[in-house]
């Protein structure tokens, strides 16, 4: 393959998806679109180990693109997208959920939410959408979100999905959002926000999608796999128990 | 001496629960395509349609080497055919008509898939 191994992250589907159809036929179908990890929204790390019985100390990151890519099924994430109208609530729900998913965003309603969202540092993504897209232009946040090492999200689905009168409006606000990210060198992702089996689709056509809002091809590639994957497995290790720093765990007592 | 295009051929399939004909596949494309790129744009990618099944709802179309990324961006714009929600997925890219078929071939899609679509 050019320019090396792509590892397929959709760092966005619904759950819902995952209600309405049985597991087997999704699973086939991200296969299909050579999905490899798919971080579920709203599906805690309880329920991922569940869903694909899948252990993510098996994770590793210098083998991961190898093993990944003889792997037949992918590998499912837990993630959750805060939404809320006060901003105590927002902060509440981001201090409890921290320890019950791998990846947090948060979707900013108004700026001093997104400001917060971009420097808090249990946040992991601050997601950008047809809903926040306003307020998501202001310089400041990315200024913020660089400092800070946040990552900020694009949804392809309200493109694919708007109207054709309000699409073109729709890809000029996110080319503005993304000229501020190009400026500042922030890290950002690109995912499906798939909530429904129609709005999935493989992960280069994402890329190639992006294009139209001014992302250059091989910064494509990196908002797929290397953005999403080092979140990932940051928060794997995180959340590993005893964990007290970057690459320091406390021995319990119980396993000596 | 006039100098030869390159081409490109993109394999696709239609994931939807109605089975279009060739003609309204042809004219889909070429809708999306104007929408979005413009009749100049679309008159100048030397878009066509090459193969069509109805019955496996898979094709081939054939386009300029430096616009499959357009081409690209049509497939996964394309949400009704014959007003009917339908999703286009791009199966391949290649330069060669038995490249792409040697692409095709090897991705098959379950029943199971097809039926999530209905």
């Known amino acids: 393959m050019k320019g090396g191994v792509i590892i397929s992250f959709d760092v966005y589907i619904d759950k819902n998806l995952f209600k309405k159809n049985e597991l087997d036929s999704i699973i086939h179908l991200l296969q299909l679109f050579e999905i490899e990890y798919a971080a579920i929204n709203g599906y805690s790390i309880n329920m991922v180990r569940k869903a694909n019985n899948h252990y993510l100390e098996e994770v590793d990151i210098e083998n991961t693109p190898e093993k990944r890519s003889t792997s037949a099924s992918p590998t499912f994430v837990s993630r959750i997208t805060i939404k809320e109208k006060n901003d105590r609530e927002l902060k509440n729900k981001v201090r409890n959920y921290r320890n019950d998913y791998h990846i947090i965003a948060v979707e900013p309603i108004s700026e001093n939410q997104a400001r917060w969202a971009a420097r808090d540092g249990r946040v992991d993504i601050v997601t950008c959408n047809n809903h926040n897209i306003a307020i998501m232009q202001q310089e400041s946040i990315y200024s913020l979100a660089k400092a800070h090492s946040k990552a900020i999200e694009f949804q392809m689905k309200p493109i694919i999905t708007a109207k054709k009168s309000t699409q073109g409006k729709l890809v000029r606000q996110y080319s503005k959002v993304y000229s501020y990210i190009k400026q500042r060198n922030v890290k950002f992702c690109i995912s499906s926000g798939a909530e429904e089996i129609h709005h999935l689709k493989e992960m280069d056509t994402w890329r190639t999608l992006a294009t139209i809002f001014g992302v250059e091809y091989s910064k494509g590639k990196e908002a797929i796999n290397k953005t999403c994957l080092e979140i990932y497995l940051r928060n794997v290790e995180r959340l590993k128990p005893g964990y007290i720093g970057e690459g320091m765990f406390i021995e319990s007592e119980e396993e000596e | ?118």
């Not at chain 2, 239609?14 to 929408?35: A, D, H, Q, S």
């Not at chain 2, 080497?65 to 199966?91: F, P």
Request: charged share 30%.
């Open chain 2, 1 to 118: 001496m006039v100098k030869r295009e390159k081409q490109r051929y993109l394999g696709f399939t239609i994931l939807g629960p109605n089975k279009p004909t060739k003609r309204e596949v042809n004219n889909e494309f070429w809708k999306e395509y104007t929408m979005l790129f413009g009749t100049i744009g679309a008159a100048n990618s030397g878009m066509y349609l090459i193969e069509y099944d109805e019955e496996e709802k898979k094709g081939i179309v054939r386009i300029r080497h430096d616009m499959i990324n357009n081409l690209t961006i049509c497939c996964a714009l394309m949400r009704e055919i014959n007003d009917q929600k339908s999703v286009v997925h791009r199966i391949g890219v290649s330069g060669t008509i038995k490249g792409v078929t040697k692409k095709m071939g090897e991705k098959v899609i379950s029943e199971e898939i097809k039926d999530l679509f209905k």
